[in-house]
């Protein structure tokens, strides 16, 4: 085991060389998978993130964990080089300075070695056949592009009554049955990436994921997939385990998760989100005022009812709905201000 640390300057490099993401190399000949976990002073969390990943049940699989410490100040780098002198499994670090999970990320595709790329997350624990799953996945499947799954709780306590199945985006819960199917233009369901793994060359052809969605950064990717004319699989064998923050357990978690989610959906310029057909008014489609109308009054009518876990699901739709148009009306407003991007 080797712990590696790339400056600024290599990576640097690398990035300006992206088209050279999909090219076979005798070193990726060698490896089959490549897992990067990227992580922000979060050393305990990740300490148990390694260990998932070193009892892997994939004797036949020859696979690297590329660890990015995206700019950490805590003991990181101490906990990756404890496991990476441990002699159990390839582990390497990587600082990337550039704050945000796409740096994190991207510099994890542009430093590691192998044909398929795995992600998940420091706070996510991996079941024992998690690599050798997607490794399987992915070599039965050869139209796939990428494969994902389920990412079920682990908590310290019950769930507050309000988080129902509606609730899960803010805690990063993935599940969507027991059976496979394709993710598609057609299906636009997101595969998260605490639980996914792609064929290095789609980084190759679509780009690596964008830095200036600081949220939904797998989703825009996987809407440019889509657009390429490519897909995904949900694979529910395909399992991980991830802690739930106390902190996300709070309503005011939630509401700014789901304004913050409609302004980044707004950015990603997904088509399914794009529906036009009643019009738009200041770059917002016509069903999304919609929305927010209903959601807003079923936000006050249950409430009046004493109804507060229905107000609050209200709420957080008609918050999503607040952070899109939001998004919208400033893009608008500032490349026209004499307000003709308004007209129909």
Not at 7 to 15: M, N, S
Not at 105 to 123: E, H, K, M
Request: net charge positive; charged share 25%; glycine share 8%.
């Amino acid at each position: 085991m080797t712990a590696y640390c790339y400056c600024t300057v290599e990576l640097r490099e690398a990035r300006e060389n992206i088209k050279t993401v999909g090219e076979p190399s005798k070193v990726r000949e060698r490896l089959d998978v490549s897992v990067v976990i990227t992580s922000y002073n979060r050393a305990e969390a990740l300490r148990r993130a390694l260990e998932g990943l070193c009892r892997q049940d994939a004797s036949k699989l020859r696979y690297e964990v590329v660890v990015v410490d995206n700019n950490s100040t805590d003991a990181t780098r101490a906990v990756v080089e404890s496991f990476a002198m441990g002699g159990n499994q390839e582990i390497r670090y990587l600082f990337e300075p550039c704050q945000g999970i796409a740096h994190g990320r991207n510099a994890g595709i542009l430093a590691s070695r192998a044909p398929i790329v795995a992600f998940t997350d420091d706070d996510v624990t991996v079941a024992t056949d998690w690599i050798a799953t997607l490794k399987r996945a992915l070599d039965a499947n050869p139209e796939a592009d990428c494969v994902g799954g389920r990412v079920v709780p682990r908590t310290d306590g019950s769930l507050p009554s309000w988080v129902s199945r509606h609730h899960w985006g803010p805690l990063a819960i993935l599940d969507y049955g027991d059976a496979p199917f394709y993710v598609t233009a057609r299906r636009r369901l997101c595969l998260i990436t605490a639980n996914a793994a792609f064929r290095r060359d789609v980084f190759g052809r679509i780009g690596l994921f964008a830095p200036r969605m600081v949220a939904l950064s797998d989703n825009e990717l996987l809407v440019r997939l889509w657009r390429s004319g490519g897909q995904g699989l949900y694979v529910p064998a395909l399992k991980v385990v991830s802690d739930i923050i106390s902190d996300r357990l709070t309503k005011g978690y939630h509401r700014r998760w789901h304004q913050r989610h409609g302004h980044f959906s707004a950015l990603m310029q997904d088509e399914a989100l794009e529906d036009t057909r009643y019009g738009r008014l200041l770059g917002v489609p016509a069903w999304i005022y919609r929305t927010a109308v209903e959601a807003g009054a079923g936000w006050i009518g249950w409430s009046l009812r004493g109804n507060f876990d229905q107000a609050f699901l209200h709420e957080t739709r008609f918050r999503f709905a607040l952070g899109f148009m939001r998004s919208r009306w400033r893009e608008v407003l500032s490349r026209d201000p004499a307000g003709v991007a308004s007209r129909p």
